[in-house]
Nanobody, 115 residues
Framework: QVQLAESGGGLVQAGGSLRLSCAASGTIFRINSIGWYRQAPGKQRELVATSSTGGTTNYADSVKGRFTISGDNAKNTVYLQMTSLKPEDTATYYC?????????WGQGTQVTVSS
């Protein structure tokens, strides 16, 4: 069984930075991709950033140039560095790990950006 635990969310002023972490535990193999998604109240969950094992990264247009996804294989942890945060970045952020054909989600961490 695979478990994901996000951390690092919080309240920050506009223009500030946060780094989210997602630690994976359990039996992890055949990693296809890792990613961060977010969901704001009343809105659908949307992709923020993904990284495939082939080295391809993909970012939502709204976060390009401000957010960076990275990982530490030794720690089974993926990060999302967020800079120049805007109030519209306020959401619950989730990490997702795709192993083979299966997707695993974390419980989410809240990010609130005040204006």
């Amino acid at each position: 069984q695979v478990q994901l635990a996000e951390s690092g969310g919080g309240l920050v002023q506009a223009g500030g930075s946060l780094r989210l972490s997602c630690a994976a535990s359990g039996t992890i193999f055949r990693i296809n991709s890792i990613g961060w998604y977010r969901q704001a109240p009343g809105k659908q969950r949307e992709l923020v950033a993904t990284s495939s094992t082939g080295g391809t990264t993909n970012y939502a247009d709204s976060v390009k140039g401000r957010f960076t996804i990275s990982g530490d294989n030794a720690k089974n942890t993926v990060y999302l560095q967020m800079t120049s945060l805007k109030p519209e970045d306020t959401a619950t952020y989730y990490c997702k790990l795709r192993l083979g054909l299966n997707d695993y989600w974390g419980q989410g961490t809240q990010v609130t950006v005040s204006s």
